[in-house]
């Protein structure tokens, strides 16, 4: 699948939950700064500051102050707790990221079965970890959105079968009247 076609997918889903033009700006440029030569005083330049902040939120740190990548497990940990001080338009991105990757997962593994786990640096409990942690630090706040994203998230990682035995597992969102 063409790569953009994840962060247009991102900024979909927090555009159809009614998140204002700075976050789904934001979210179509979630991991550009930590996947490209782009660096935030570029996009502070050219999208102003909340966009700029939402996505410092959003990147990851991937390499030491030499140039050597970090391990997967330490960055996912570190990033994962820089977010639950972020602001919720923050944490939301986070949350539809991570939405979006379990829905590719769940339509990979479908088509390649098992040998789908291969591709990923970290272990498929490791990945359900990570996942799990997401869902429970950033899926509530004020803003009942972030509740939502949540409970799609939590819905998906049933079907990838990465939810544990016992956990709740909530009926997917549906906005009201759209049935």
Known sequence: MPYVQHPIAVAWILDRLGFDEDVVIAALLHDVVEDTDATLDEIHERFGDRVAELVAHCSEQKTDSEGNVRPWIVRKHEHLDSLTTAPEAAKAIKLADCLHNMRSMVDDLAR?????????????????????????????????????????????????????????????????GSR
């Open 112 to 176: 390649e079965g098992d040998p789908f786990w291969n591709r990923f640096n970290a272990s498929r409990d490791q990945i359900f970890e990570k996942l799990r942690l997401v869902l429970e630090r950033l899926g509530h706040g004020e803003d009942d959105r972030l509740g939502q994203l949540a409970r799609l998230g939590w819905a998906t990682l049933a079907e990838l079968g990465g939810a544990e035995p016992g956990d709740e597992v909530p009926e997917p969102f549906v906005k009201p």
